[in-house]
T-cell receptor, first 116, second 114 residues
Framework: GAGVSQSPRYKVAKRGQDVALRCDPI?????LFWYQQALGQGPEFLTY????????KSGLPSDRFFAERPEGSVSTLKIQRTQQEDSAVYLC??????????????FGEGSRLTVL | AQSVTQLGSHVSVSEGALVLLRCNYS??????LFWYVQYPNQGLQLLLK??????LVKGINGFEAEFKKSETSFHLTKPSAHMSDAAEYFC????????????FGQGTRLTINP
């Protein structure tokens, strides 16, 4: 597609449920990022992939968060046993350049997760 | 560690007035700096970037920003606001030392009054 596509756009989960958020980056983009944006805050880094390799997962807040990009294109962010503090917008971004320091990212519209 | 501070979570200006959104950075070495814009129900979009070339950077939609090392600032300006400029604006920094990743400020919501 022409841009970064994320699904679902909205997800409501009961506390304790597992959720999976999908990201389709721009075709051919080697770098893929996940960010978490809490209400009224700026995006905060979660994890970075270069092709299929997860090179940086230092921003994942707990071991309940897991991300994968098995074929170097589509990525899934999984949150196990969701908690209310996980409520946020999860943003996916991609870049044609390798490395985390490119700064020129193309963002999707985000997946808004609400945990009740 | 690098960081940015955006002064003012909300800014309101009249249509046709000057837009000034403030951003100060903290970095131990000269950084790369960025402004992103987020229109309602859309993803973040790059407005402009500073990567150690010209200190005055021009971006899309008539916006520009000036890198001032002495003031550690990278304020975003537009001479004449348009209704379509209403959005959330994020300043971001990459330090070329240490953890070289994009770090965002908290954002400034710009409202344009008719």
């Amino acid at each position: 597609g022409a841009g970064v596509s994320q699904s679902p756009r909205y997800k409501v989960a009961k506390r304790g449920q597992d959720v999976a958020l999908r990201c389709d980056p721009i075709s051919g983009h080697v770098s893929l990022f996940w960010y978490q944006q809490a209400l009224g805050q700026g995006p905060e880094f979660l994890t970075y992939f270069q092709n299929e390799a997860q090179l940086d997962k230092s921003g994942l807040p707990s071991d309940r968060f897991f991300a994968e990009r098995p074929e170097g294109s589509v990525s899934t962010l999984k949150i196990q046993r969701t908690q209310q503090e996980d409520s946020a917008v999860y943003l996916c971004a991609s870049s044609s350049r390798p490395g985390q320091n490119t700064g020129e990212l193309f963002f999707g519209e985000g997946s808004r997760l609400t945990v009740l | 560690a690098q960081s940015v501070t955006q002064l003012g979570s909300h800014v309101s200006v009249s249509e046709g007035a000057l837009v000034l959104l403030r951003c100060n950075y903290s970095s131990s070495v000269p950084p790369y700096l960025f402004w992103y814009v987020q229109y309602p129900n859309q993803g973040l979009q790059l407005l402009l970037k500073y990567t150690s070339a010209a200190t005055l950077v021009k971006g899309i939609n008539g916006f520009e920003a000036e890198f001032k090392k002495s003031e550690t600032s990278f304020h975003l300006t537009k001479p004449s606001a348009h209704m379509s400029d209403a959005a959330e604006y994020f300043c971001a920094v990459i330090s070329l030392q240490g953890a070289q990743k994009l770090v965002f400020g908290q954002g400034t919501r710009l409202t344009i009054n008719p």
